[in-house]
T-cell receptor, first 114, second 116 residues
Framework: DQQVKQNSPSLSVQEGRISILNCDYT??????FLWYKKYPAEGPTFLIS?????DKNEDGRFTVFLNKSAKHLSLHIVPSQPGDSAVYFC?????????????FGSGTRLLVRP | GAVVSQHPSWVICKSGTSVKIECRSL??????MFWYRQFPKQSLMLMAT?????????EQGVEKDKFLINHASLTLSTLTVTSAHPEDSSFYIC????????????FGEGSWLTVV
């Protein structure tokens, strides 16, 4: 049962344009959401996060939008740069069964074309 | 930002032997650490959650006697793969949640394990 889903395995965008990566979740107990960027053979790097009490968080070129009613979040990167090419994972967290859970989506591979 | 260090970054071991991977939070105290495993072209899979001073909570399907997790201090957690087999070859990643709240989790660099 996939609680966090990234339905697009890959995305290709022209340099300078906007990249939009999407993520859906099923568990209403998730109260914090994070985006990570990952290069091959490296650990994920934290990008940006958002609490469930907000619907938008912006940090430089990165903006995360949260739609709680739709259980959907998205990461916008604008303008996209070739160095942004990587795999992006969304993650959702919550306290469940007396422990802290962080559940990842399957990732979306972003390619920014020069 | 916060730094989590993982060691070794890669290790090769013989089938049947045990190998230990360390995860350290370098500039903060980590009450909770997580261990993930990633197969090629697949998502990160949570193996277990460890809280300092208590037993780890393992995810369904993860053998706790095979993947021993010790979180002896607020800055160190270890994962020991016991009696390793070739199918245990994978990329293992740890992450840490800081003391005092905040939900941001930082990851180590990952460790490649190859069992021959």
């Amino acid at each position: 049962d996939q609680q966090v889903k990234q339905n697009s395995p890959s995305l290709s965008v022209q340099e300078g344009r906007i990249s939009i990566l999407n993520c859906d979740y099923t568990n209403s107990m998730f109260d914090y959401f994070l985006w990570y960027k990952k290069y091959p053979a490296e650990g994920p790097t934290f990008l940006i996060s958002i609490s469930s009490i907000k619907d938008k968080n912006e940090d430089g070129r990165f903006t995360v939008f949260l739609n709680k009613s739709a259980k959907h979040l998205s990461l916008h990167i604008v303008p996209s740069q070739p160095g942004d090419s990587a795999v992006y994972f969304c993650a959702a967290s919550a306290r469940m069964d007396s422990s802290y859970k962080l559940i990842f989506g399957s990732g979306t591979r972003l390619l920014v074309r020069p | 930002g916060a730094v989590v260090s993982q060691h070794p970054s890669w290790v090769i071991c013989k089938s049947g032997t045990s190998v230990k991977i360390e995860c350290r939070s370098l500039d903060f105290q980590a009450t909770t650490m997580f261990w993930y495993r990633q197969f090629p072209k697949q998502s990160l899979m949570l193996m277990a959650t460890s809280n300092e001073g208590s037993k780890a909570t393992y995810e369904q399907g993860v053998e706790k006697d095979k993947f021993l997790i010790n979180h002896a201090s607020l800055t160190l957690s270890t994962l020991t793969v016991t009696s390793a087999h070739p199918e245990d070859s994978s990329f293992y990643i740890c992450s840490a949640l800081g003391l005092g709240g905040g939900n941001t989790i930082y990851f180590g660099e990952g460790s490649w394990l190859t069992v021959v």
